[in-house]
């Protein structure tokens, strides 16, 4: 069993950045040989991909070129570097951890964390 838990969210407005973090820990777990991803879910919404990490990252469109995934293996932490928000980017942003490289869809992962709220106004 592998717990993931995030933090770092809050409330920006339209331009702002946050950083979120995502603390892991198991019995003999490492994130060093894991595929670690970052998903977001808005009220009435379906989860959403927003990007992945192994060796280098992978974005989903909406989020490329303004949010940056980046991991420390020593610590068990990923994070995720969210510039120039906008209002379309306010969810419930998680971590989670699986096995496929590549993976987008939430069916792909076998760990979460309980999500940390982003609000952005306008």
């Known amino acids: 069993q592998v717990h993931l838990v995030e933090s770092g969210g809050g409330s920006v407005q339209t331009g702002g950045s946050l950083r979120l973090s995502c603390a892991a820990s198991?019995?003999?777990?490492?994130?060093?040989?894991?595929?670690m991803a970052w998903f977001r879910q808005a009220p009435g919404k379906e989860r959403e991909f927003v990007g992945t990490?192994?060796?280098?990252?992978y974005y989903a469109d909406s989020v490329k070129g303004r949010f940056t995934i980046y991991r420390d293996n020593a610590k068990n932490m990923m994070y995720l570097q969210m510039n120039g928000l906008q209002p379309e980017d306010s969810a419930n942003y998680y971590c989670?951890?699986?096995?496929?490289?590549?993976?987008?869809?939430?069916?792909?992962?076998?760990?979460w964390g309980q999500g940390t709220q982003v609000t952005v106004s306008s």
């Open positions: 198991g019995p003999s777990f490492s994130i060093n040989n894991s595929v």
């Open positions: 989670a951890v699986g096995r496929a490289f590549i993976a987008t869809s939430p069916d792909q992962y076998d760990y």
């Open positions: 990490i192994k060796w280098s990252p």
